[in-house]
């Protein structure tokens, strides 16, 4: 992912504190693997992407933060559902990425939230019954 971002001239940060999950390993990196496709192929270059993971309120949370344009409230719910792209985005997504990360997000009894970033960007935090 570091090589990713430096060709997008993105700002990759990292703020890791443990946060077991109990499940498929598999899955849960398809996951992640999915929320930082996303974290690096939408934001404009010389973007800051920040990946957090964590406990907060009895849950294990993994969390993508950018400050890219964001996904106006209006989309979000429509993001999170199979082979929706918002219109005019660039990228070479199919608009399935964030619908794998809430099926798998489910599939360990978690949810997803989706929201601003402060004024601008977009953050995406999946949680997880702490494990």
């Known amino acids: 992912w570091v090589h990713q971002a430096m060709a997008r001239d993105i700002d990759l940060g990292f703020e890791l504190e443990p946060a077991p999950v109990e499940g498929d390993a598999f899955l849960l990196r398809e996951a992640l693997a999915n929320l930082v496709h996303n974290a690096l192929e939408y934001p404009p270059r010389g973007a800051r992407v920040t990946l957090r993971t964590g406990r907060r309120e009895g ?3 993994v969390e993508l933060e ?9 989309e979000r719910a429509r993001v999170l559902g199979r082979f929706y792209r918002v219109p005019g985005t660039p990228g070479t997504g199919s608009g399935l990425g964030l619908a794998i990360v809430r099926e798998i997000a489910a599939g360990h009894h978690g949810r997803i939230s989706l929201n601003d970033n402060g ?3 977009c953050r995406v935090a999946p949680r997880f019954p702490y494990g």
């Open 119 to 121: 004024n601008r960007g």
């Open 66 to 74: 950018d400050d890219g344009p964001g996904i106006a409230p209006a």
């Open 59 to 61: 849950a294990a949370f």
